[in-house]
């Protein structure tokens, strides 16, 4: 038996991806224990009529689960905790930089690096001084605090992680952890607590989750993970990559792209029975 657990975001309404993603981390918990997760970081965005929506959507699928249901935006001390505990350890680093200013050095550099999302940072401020930092930050400048990529590499040494039965993802099951896969990722913002990186190891630590399942896509997350897991002394989960739900381009359902959402569904006619048969074909 699992603790596993499903964590969307409430900045729109669920559709047949999640419903999946759902059905199939409710499926894994094999009797166990299934958490519902609300990842509300992005105060932006991020609406409690979303939240609400999710909950029914979920509701009619047949899911339960077990509560309180978590939620992000009540955590914030939490995450500094584990942020002031990685900068102790000198992993963690100001950034100055805007997301304008950090596209035009990738543009002016005839090698920059990629990861799994494309060209990664490039380093710009993990050269500054102690002088140059803190004069920035004494003159107001914003900025957000990155993980030192090189540094974490040679303070967690070798690491692996399980991809059980990832056959749609990988053709292998142990795979070799890459710390700088994202580069220096960000673990927080001025206008964000912690990244998706930090708050989901110290989430799922937190709520005793054994078994991460989730869509493919966020398989190359997993190298990342692992480093902050192992800086930070949390518990190793296992992983179990599933495969996506795609339009009829092929495309991955998203939520930008408009992708027909479980509720429209639902007001078309369709059983939570037909959705999972669907789903089930798909």
Not at 44 to 53: A, K, L, P, Y
Not at 80 to 100: N, Q
Not at 261 to 277: C, D, K, L, N, Q
Request: hydrophobic share 40%; net charge positive; charged share 20%.
């Amino acid at each position: 038996m699992f603790v596993t657990r499903f964590a969307p975001s409430p900045t729109g309404y669920l559709h047949l991806g999640h419903a999946f993603a759902a059905i199939t981390a409710h499926e894994a918990a094999q009797g166990g224990r299934f958490l519902l997760r609300i990842e509300d970081l992005d105060a932006s965005r991020s609406r409690e009529t979303f939240v609400e929506g999710i909950l029914d959507d979920l509701s009619w699928l047949g899911l339960s689960w077990a509560e309180p249901v978590l939620r992000q935006s009540t955590r914030a001390s939490i995450y500094g905790s584990a942020l002031r505990r990685l900068e102790a350890m000198a992993l963690v680093y100001p950034c100055f930089c805007t997301r304008a200013e950090i596209a035009a050095e990738i543009t002016r550099s005839a090698e920059a690096p990629h990861g799994p999302d494309g060209p990664i940072y490039p380093g710009t401020c993990r050269q500054l001084s102690i002088k140059e930092r803190v004069s920035l930050k004494n003159s107001g400048a914003t900025y957000a605090l990155r993980l030192h990529s090189a540094k974490a590499a040679e303070h967690v040494g070798p690491l692996f992680f399980e991809n059980a039965g990832g056959g749609s993802c990988t053709a292998y099951d142990r795979l070799a952890v890459n710390p700088g896969a994202f580069g220096d990722v960000v673990l927080a913002r001025k206008d964000a607590p912690a990244s998706y990186h930090l708050a989901v190891v110290v989430d799922d630590a937190a709520q005793g989750v054994t078994l991460v399942t989730r869509g493919c896509d966020l398989l190359p997350s997993t190298h990342i993970q692992r480093v902050l897991q192992r800086l930070l002394d949390l518990p190793i989960p296992k992983y179990a990559h599933h495969r996506l739900i795609r339009d009829d381009l092929g495309r991955k359902l998203s939520k930008r792209d408009g992708s027909r959402s479980i509720r429209a569904y639902r007001a078309a006619g369709v059983s939570a029975a037909e959705m999972v048969a669907m789903l089930k074909r798909a």
